[in-house]
């Protein structure tokens, strides 16, 4: 049974840092590709990164592009996503989720950390 659990949300002021971690346990996945989304109160579920498992390549909304950092450490299972310069449009509920491949539906999901910026 494969895990996922977001830790690092909290509550940040607007131009501040904030760094998401997404542990995973119960299967390596170090083969996955790995992406946050985030969905804010009345809002949908939208995308924001994603890292390949083949040489790390990134892919970021337009919205964070410049601000947030994807990143991952298959030593420990585990990916980041680094938040800089926040703004209070970045509040939401951010989720991590793998899957092996783009053509496949995302296999696991987290249960999600919650990010509050305040202006």
């Known amino acids: 049974q494969v895990q996922l659990v977001e830790t690092g949300g909290g509550l940040v002021q607007a131009g501040g840092s904030l760094r998401l971690s997404c542990a995973a346990s119960?299967?390596?996945?170090?083969?996955?590709?790995m992406s946050w989304f985030r969905q804010a109160p009345g809002k949908e579920r939208e995308f924001v990164a994603e890292?390949?498992?083949?040489?790390?390549?990134?892919a970021y909304a337009d919205s964070v592009k410049g601000r947030f950092t994807i990143s991952r450490d298959n030593d420990k299972n585990t990916v980041y996503l680094q938040m800089d310069s926040v703004k209070p449009e970045d509040t939401a509920v951010y989720y991590c989720?793998?899957?092996?491949?783009?053509?496949?539906?995302?296999?696991?999901w987290g249960q999600g950390t919650q990010v509050t910026v305040s202006s």
């Open positions: 119960g299967r390596t996945l170090s083969n996955y590709q």
């Open positions: 890292i390949f498992a083949t040489a790390g390549s990134t």
């Open positions: 989720a793998a899957r092996r491949n783009v053509l496949i539906r995302y296999e696991y």
